[in-house]
Each structure stands twice: as structure tokens, then as C-alpha cells.
């Protein structure tokens, strides 16, 4: 495996079937840590390639623990992290909402490695308890209207790097990874990238793999739908630039999407916001997202329309009906 680590070194990139070796060397414990940091360093510095993406994409999913579950007309919201930004859960407690109004939701996620609060672990502090059983995700599907593919549990070659990655403590070609690696593959997505250029990769890859979705890149760095500034939606079928206007609503304030600085402020909001209780800003952000959810299944209703239709719901607090968290 040292020869992966030379070719990173000497500027080259790795070849569809390198990119699947270092998966399967990771798996097979043919490569160690040291060198998996090396490679996963010296791709970040340079920027991961698509050849690269598809083939770890293709390794990752072949070693997968596999889950029978009724994915074609499902969705998953799943982002890359690594953004810095340290704004609130609006992937999940977009999930949530999107659950809460009859959509079946299939999420992949994880806990945070370059972030403080990631999906698993703000779902965990709700007292969600991640499953593996094929029949309990069915259920859990049919009952909620969503189930979570906890990574760990679905993907081992992840398990392994983690703690590599949590000591190098920087987004690297897993987060790129994991919105394009849901062992169950739905029909539809809603993603998020911090990289325009990754965007650009999603779209080519996923164009073959879903029936429709919209990848979000924030034109001020984040890597979610956030109404701070302009976002650029790349889908199967355009490409288009939405601003807070789009919605008919206001501009945000970066402060006003924060987290907090611990996992039960995360989780603080999310409930907030399930009870109607959020602010108009958190409101606004999570109903823009869901419109652009809904949209995805509802091409010719206008956003506005479902941003007012989203909006409505979210305040009057049905979400929180639909689940009761510890």
C-alpha cells in the first residue's frame, strides 16, 4: 500500500482501481494508519479527483453491510460536514419535518469528526437508538416515516479509519464520501458540499444513481441550503441559483443558525423547532430546505409555494406530535 502513498506524494492521481485498493487495504488492515493519513492529507491538499471519488464510492458500498428497505420513493439528506461553520442540524431536523409531513425518510449519517454535533450524535441525544436489523428499519420506517443508517453499523471499513480521522481532525475524502455511500440507495436526495467542484462530481455520479436530486453548494462556504447568501442547486434535470428571495423571505444572519457549543443545545433546537417553537430564522431556513426537498417530488409546484405550505406546518407544531423523544 506504501505505493498509494507515493503516488499521493508525487502529485499523481489515484486511478479508479487504486481508489477501490485503498478502501479494501483499509478493510483488510493491509494498510496502517500512518499511511491511510498520509493519503487522506495529500488528497485534501490537492483536492480529491472524480475517478477517485467513484472508485472509494464503489468499494465502500461493495463492503457495506446490506439492508433490504423499500428505498425507490425515499429520501436521504445527508451533507459532507466540513464546513466550520457550526450551524444547527438542518439536514436532520430537516429529515424530521419531511417524516412528519409523510415523506419516507432514509437518512445517512454519522457523528461528528470535523464538527462538533453531527447527525448521530444529536439523534442520540434525543434518545434515537441507531439499528442494523433489516426488519426493525422496516418497521421503524412504516411506524415514523424514517429510519437512520447510522454509518458504523452499516459500513465496518468506516469504524476502522474513524479514529485516524478523529485524530487528524479535518474533513478528508470521507466526508466527501458519505452523502453518495447509503447502503440502501433512495430514489431521491438532497445533499449538501462545501466544494463547488464536489458538487460538480455529485451530480455527474449521482445523474446515474437516483431518480431526482438537488445538490447544494452555499456560495459563501457552507455546505447547506442556509439563506446567508446565494446557493447554487445542481440536479439531474438544471442548475440554478437560489437567494432568500426565491422563498419571499429575508436574508440571514450567520449567528443566527448557530449550534451552540454543545450537543444538547444542538438537540435544544431541534426540538424547538418540532414544537413550533423556533425562531423565525431557524423556521425560515428549515422550510426553504424541505421546499427544496419537496420540489424534488413535486417539479412543477412552484418554491414559494412550498416554502408557504412548509412554513405553516412547521409552526403549528405537528412535528412534534409525530415523534416523542426522551
Known sequence: MNSLLEKIINHEVLNFEDARDFIFGIEEELITSDEAAGIMVGIQMRGIQLEELDGFRSALLELCIPVELDSENAIDLCGTGGDGKNTFNISTTTALILAAMGKKVIKHGNYGVSSMCGSSNVLEELGFNFKSNTEALNRELSETNICFIHAPLFHPTMKKIAVT???LGIRTLFNSLGPIVNPTQ????????????????YQHILKKKRVNFNVVYGMDGYDELTLTDSTRLLGKYDDKIFTSESFGTEKVAPAEI??????QSAANIIVSILSGKGSKVQNDVIAANVATALQLYQTETSITELFNESIAFIQSGQGSKHFKFN
Open 165 to 167: 480521522r478523529q485524530h
Open 186 to 201: 433512495p430514489g431521491y436526495q438532497l445533499t449538501g458540499t462545501y466544494s463547488l467542484e464536489l458538487a460538480k462530481m
Open 258 to 263: 448557530f449550534a451552540g457549543n454543545t450537543i
